[in-house]
């Protein structure tokens, strides 16, 4: 077979645009030949739970199903009975960006809360944490939050161990989507057990595909008495994959050494290179804080749309002319830099 696209070809859409890390794909043909039991009682599988529990701690156990969403959504509903609800940023992924999968497949109740900059603290988390025993009102039971999360934003270990210390008191669990739970702790220098069990936080929806993986997340449980049934609920909502052992392989890959480490190290330092670059160019504003991957910027729409055709990324609020680069694990200084140039070239003739 040809290749069919420009394999130099970068884009600063998003991390899903990367392709699967060499490391990753020689893990998958690591795993390949003969045969294995399928539907993850394989040895591939097996294996993960030490290499998560070195991370998150012995009581970890780890469901790897195949993408974010569904992370999420089986996490949720694992974590919730029909009458109870999620509070979440309005930002949120499974607020925003899940085709409402949470309510619709998972039939979720969100309840989400506006914030300045993506983050919960404890006082957002009242705006929704009430109505306890009011039949009337869905019963808040699970505080979900994203580290790094969907505005570029991180939360630190004393943020998360603050909400979670709030939301266990209030009989709230408290939901991680890890989707960039590397790009956080990269981004801190902490181990992820630091924002994650040792905070406090109950179940973790871990992100594999956008760090490197050819596909595959997890739910990653740390507190075993939160969440029910996921054994179950894999299946019924899709996720049981029959070739476990090849997700397993690549989680394996990424977890076992320092793969995940670098990967999110790069991805976050080409976004501060991004930042810098274009943070002086007249008429460009960065306007969020640039702590993990993600750029975002306000530029005239004329330029927007010049630039789009030079680079693809996406436009992230279209009132306010907001765009989002997103910096992958394999965005190298050259593609960063020529960017750059192309963003000062399309400022200089921009309209006025
Ligand atoms: C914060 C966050 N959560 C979850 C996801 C998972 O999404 P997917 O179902 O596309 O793997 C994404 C992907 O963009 C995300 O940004």
């Not at 209030?170 to 057990?193: C, E, F, I, Q, W």
């Not at 997340?217 to 029910?228: F, G, S, T």
Request: overall charge negative; hydrophobic content about 45%; some cysteine.
């Amino acid at each position: 077979m040809i290749p069919r696209h420009d394999p130099q070809l970068k884009a600063l859409a998003s991390d899903n645009y990367a392709g699967v890390h060499p490391e990753i794909l020689q893990a998958i043909a690591t795993a390949n030949g003969g045969h294995q039991t399928a539907y993850g009682d394989d040895v591939y599988t097996e294996a993960l739970q030490e290499v998560f529990q070195r991370h998150f701690g012995e009581q970890a156990h780890a469901w790897p199903v195949f993408n974010g969403t569904a992370a999420n959504v089986v996490s949720l509903r694992a974590m919730t009975a029909q009458w109870e609800a999620v509070i979440c940023a309005e930002s949120a992924h499974i607020n925003t960006d899940e085709g409402g999968a949470p309510e619709v497949v998972g039939g979720i109740k969100l309840l989400s809360v506006p914030t300045p900059d993506g983050k919960l603290t404890p006082e957002l988390v009242d705006r929704q944490a009430w109505g306890f025993g009011d039949v009337h009102r869905a019963q808040p039971r699970v505080v979900s939050i994203s580290n790094s999360t969907e505005l570029g934003t991180v939360y630190t270990p004393a943020e998360i161990a603050a909400l979670c210390a709030h939301a266990h008191e209030r009989g709230l669990l408290v939901h991680l989507d890890g989707s960039r739970l590397t790009n956080a702790a990269a981004a801190l220098d902490v181990p992820m057990r630091a924002l994650t069990t040792d905070a406090g936080v109950d179940v973790l929806s871990f992100g594999g595909t956008k760090i490197g993986l050819l596909y595959g997340e997890a739910v990653v449980v740390l507190n075993p008495d939160a969440a029910r049934g996921i054994d179950y609920l894999r299946k019924t909502f899709m996720q049981l994959s029959s070739k476990m052992r090849f997700v397993s392989a690549q989680f394996e890959a990424l977890l076992s050494g320092d793969l995940w480490l670098r990967n999110a190290r790069r991805a976050n330092a080409m976004g501060r290179r991004l930042a810098e670059a274009v943070g002086d160019i007249p008429g460009v504003e960065v306007t969020r804080p640039v702590e993990a991957n993600a750029v975002f910027a306000v530029l005239p729409p004329d330029v927007i749309g010049r630039l789009q055709k030079r680079m693809r990324f996406y436009t992230w609020d279209e009132a306010r002319n907001e765009v989002r680069w997103m910096c992958a694990f394999d965005t190298t200084e050259a593609d960063v830099d020529a960017f750059a140039a192309a963003v000062a070239e399309e400022m200089g003739s921009a309209r006025s």
